[in-house]
């Protein structure tokens, strides 16, 4: 019998290109996808006799990831991406998955990113800055690592320069198009709202841990209120009057 605490989570199959993704955010990354579902199947792809990878190595059997070698026989071939989509598209085929994180910051996965898509799955990508904007947009949801390496190691976060802004514009609109005649949105339809217009929208970018703390640091422009709805506390926002 399955583990009850999982019944009726949405299963992941988490994928990741080694060569293109850093080891040290492995932990963190894992705790992102606990956030959407169950993580029921992690693979990580690469050439592990290569000393580069050897960070990886030591990472794959206490996270209980299972590594696909694949060998460097031709020097600018890429067998890595190729046996990641395969795979990917196997896993498709089965219907045993609900979506899929695809771990890597190549563009080379738009394509993929975009078949599970047109497939009905969720696809939730986690890459570096560098990570090209076609991929990024082409998953429901995009996570720059950099955010969950900081989380592991807070002396790697980010200095008050690089934290971004408040995004008033942005946010005002996902307000407004989620709210109801009296002016109030639920929290939870806002951020599915940015989410959908901006696929790497993340609280932390902007020094906020969660989207209802970036909404409470602004009183100026926002109002918030909680409210207990089925046993739950619901977030329910509007602008400031």
Not at 149 to 170: D, H, Q, S
Not at 187 to 209: C, M
Request: a neutral charge.
């Amino acid at each position: 019998m399955g583990d009850p605490e999982l019944a009726g989570q949405p299963r992941f199959a988490v994928l990741i290109d080694a060569d293109n993704a850093q080891a040290a955010v492995i932990t963190g990354l894992l705790a992102e996808v606990a956030k959407y579902g169950e993580a029921t199947t992690r693979r990580i792809y690469g050439d592990f006799t290569s000393n580069q990878l050897a960070s990886w190595k030591r990472v794959i059997q206490p996270h209980a990831i299972k590594p696909v070698q694949q060998f460097a026989y031709t020097t600018g071939k890429n067998a890595t991406d190729g046996a990641l989509i395969i795979d990917a598209m196997d896993m498709l085929y089965t219907g045993r998955y609900d979506g899929f994180c695809l771990v890597s910051s190549d563009s080379d996965f738009t394509g993929l990113a975009l078949r599970l898509r047109e497939a009905g799955l969720v696809v939730i990508g986690f890459g570096e800055r560098r990570t090209p904007e076609a991929f990024r947009k082409a998953c429901h949801r995009f996570v720059f690592t950099d955010l969950l390496k900081a989380a592991e190691e807070p002396t790697a976060g980010r200095t008050a320069a690089e934290v971004k802004p408040f995004p008033e514009r942005e946010v005002l609109a996902a307000v407004d198009e989620s709210a109801d005649d009296s002016g109030w949105a639920n929290l939870a339809t806002v951020g599915s709202y940015l989410n959908k217009v901006q696929s790497d929208f993340d609280s932390r970018d902007y020094g906020y841990r969660k989207l209802s703390d970036l909404v409470t640091g602004r009183p100026d422009l926002l109002t918030v209120d909680r409210r207990r709805a089925n046993g739950q506390d619901v977030v329910y926002v509007r602008r400031a009057r």
